[in-house]
């Protein structure tokens, strides 16, 4: 690995992005955020230039004001030299309006990805809600790469989880919570969901009679409100089995409510794709592992 590589980071993705840089043994790059009084923002680098190579950790979790914080940096990494800029976003937003729904609106997916291939040469992210949308290279004009958690959370569930039934709350987490499943020699099943609104949902009722002695874990790729998490853990209480394990990839958690979800949970974990109190599952290996190639295809300094 060449001693030349930099990684730099968005403050909130510190711990990340220094388990990252040491196993990558990439030097982290320092620089300073300053917010003029009307909120724009300038960042200084503690040095004139960057090296060529540069992977940039971000947090896209609130993707409104971090893109254009992203954009701003990435544009002045650019400018001091950087030439290869490879962006971990673990977690990728908007993904969810990927077709038009209701007509007049927009397909902000593909936009996103549009302004998103201008910030960097490649793309990390972990799995990215893919639904219609079926491959990232779709819509991405650099190339991105989807890594899977799903060993990650096999791994996880099979030291943590006594006799584990892993329960998808949604048709949606059916191809996460398969592949979770069978890394893990566990039985699964899926329930379904209707959407009332934003905050609005409702869950199936899960089949528990047939599992008895098992631990129920609900497994979704992302918890946003918490709603969808929560309704499925409510009904498995209805249905007397015991309080479940929550794993989510992507705690969002807008808003901040993991509190009820807590409370009603066995126990609630997620990967550290974004930075959360419920971080169990650490991304280091899995993005490290797909980040040494892609490092190595560039020429060094
Ligand atoms: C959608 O299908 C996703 O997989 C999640 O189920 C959804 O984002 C969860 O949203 P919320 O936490 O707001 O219910």
């Given amino acids: 690995m060449s001693t030349s590589l930099a ?19 990439a030097t982290p790059l320092k620089y300073l955020h300053h917010r003029f009084p009307d909120g724009e923002s300038l ?12 992977v940039l950790v971000t947090d896209l ?31 990728l937003p908007y993904m969810r309006q990927d077709k038009v729904f209701t007509a007049g ?21 972990v799995d990215p809600h893919l639904h219609r949308i079926h491959d990232l290279n779709e819509v991405y004009a650099i190339p991105a790469v989807s890594l899977a958690a799903a060993p990650l959370l096999a791994h996880w569930i099979q030291r943590e989880v006594p006799r584990p039934l892993l329960i998808g709350p949604d048709e949606e987490s059916e191809q996460w919570v398969k592949a ?40 979704d790729d992302i918890i946003s409100s918490g709603h969808t998490m929560l309704e499925a853990a409510l009904q498995l209480r209805e249905q007397q089995a015991p309080a479940p394990v929550c794993i989510a990839v992507h705690p969002v958690f807008s808003g901040g409510g993991s509190d009820r979800l807590a409370a009603t949970a066995a126990r609630l974990v997620s990967c550290n794709s974004i930075p959360h109190p419920t971080n169990a599952i ?5 993005l490290a592992e797909s980040l040494r190639p892609l490092i190595n295809a560039f020429p060094t300094t």
């Fill in 61 to 91: 979790s609130a993707p409104d004001p971090k893109f254009l914080q992203l954009a701003l940096l990435s544009a002045t990494l650019r400018d001091l030299g950087c030439r290869h800029l490879l962006l971990v976003a673990p977690y």
């Fill in 180 to 219: 979770v499943a069978q890394r893990a020699g566990a039985p699964w099943q899926v329930l379904t969901k209707r959407r009332h609104g934003d905050y609005r949902v409702e869950v199936s009722t899960p089949d528990w009679q047939h599992w008895q002695g098992h631990t129920p874990v609900l497994v």
């Fill in 105 to 125: 609106e927009g397909i902000t997916a593909r936009y996103f990805a549009q302004l998103l291939s201008r910030c960097a040469d490649t793309l990390i992210t």
């Fill in 7 to 25: 990684l730099c980071s968005f403050p909130d993705q510190l711990g990340l992005a220094t388990s990252l840089a040491e196993a990558l043994n």
């Fill in 43 to 54: 960042f200084r680098f503690a040095r004139a230039s960057v090296p060529e190579t540069v």
């Fill in 282 to 286: 650490d991304l280091t290996p899995l």
